[in-house]
T-cell receptor
Framework: GAGVSQTPSNKVTEKGKYVELRCDPI?????LYWYRQSLGQGPEFLIYFQGTGAADDSGLPNDRFFAVRPEGSVSTLKIQRTERGDSAVYLCASSPTGGSGETQYFGPGTRLLVL | KQEVTQIPAALSVPEGENLVLNCSFTDSAIYNLQWFRQDPGKGLTSLLL?????REQTSGRLNASLDKSSGRSTLYIAASQPGDSATYLC?????????????FGKGTKLSVIP
């Protein structure tokens, strides 16, 4: 079946603008995760959804970052007043139920560049 | 703070060699450990997942081991091929984190020279 998809694949924006990044998880997966990967670093956790609710948002760096998953499938990561330091690859992953023994399946990422 | 470290940061080997990538983590209270592969400009592909109760997992030419008590894992690649060239990431699911967020190392960039 189809894997995790993310759109857009690349996004260039200007400092101060608002951006939305979209993630389509594997069909039927209730757990969804957002990570951020800066150049030369491993991915860092941002937020975890179980169904429609954010079960853990402890990785969001500040209140400019917000994510939603209103119907328990597609998720949108929203960044307000973007800063150059927000430039990174934003990765989305999903897993069947969010259990501790599950593999997380990653999408290709959205490369965000803030000028 | 729970951390994952990967050594070396980069590795270059001639085709056909066997090689070992290392991963260490700071807390032995884990649910599992995963090894991923990342190609340039691409997302992550899961290679192997080792549960905390397991000592190793194998898939084809790949073998991953886990020693929880010492906080170490290794990824062994047999008979390396140029197509194995990629960045290999180790990720740990710590059981004290409160949710199922993976903690990643910075990766080892592998180059297999034909």
């Amino acid at each position: 079946g189809a894997g995790v998809s993310q759109t857009p694949s690349n996004k260039v924006t200007e400092k101060g603008k608002y951006v939305e990044l979209r993630c389509d998880p594997i069909s039927g997966h209730t757990a969804l995760y957002w990570y951020r990967q800066s150049l030369g670093q491993g991915p860092e956790f941002l937020i975890y959804f179980q169904g429609t609710g954010a079960a853990d948002d402890s990785g969001l760096p500040n209140d400019r970052f917000f994510a939603v998953r209103p119907e328990g499938s597609v998720s949108t990561l929203k960044i307000q007043r973007t800063e150059r330091g927000d430039s990174a690859v934003y990765l989305c992953a999903s897993s069947p139920t969010g259990g501790s023994g599950e593999t997380q399946y990653f999408g290709p990422g959205t490369r965000l560049l803030v000028l | 703070k729970q951390e994952v470290t990967q050594i070396p940061a980069a590795l270059s080997v001639p085709e056909g060699e066997n090689l070992v990538l290392n991963c260490s983590f700071t807390d032995s209270a884990i649910y599992n450990l995963q090894w991923f592969r990342q190609d340039p400009g691409k997302g992550l592909t899961s290679l192997l997942l080792i549960q905390s109760s397991q000592r190793e997992q194998t898939s084809g030419r790949l073998n991953a081991s886990l020693d929880k008590s010492s906080g170490r894992s290794t990824l062994y690649i047999a008979a390396s091929q140029p197509g194995d060239s990629a960045t290999y990431l180790c990720a740990v699911l710590f059981s004290g984190a409160g949710s199922y967020q993976l903690t990643f190392g910075k990766g080892t960039k592998l180059s297999v020279i034909p």
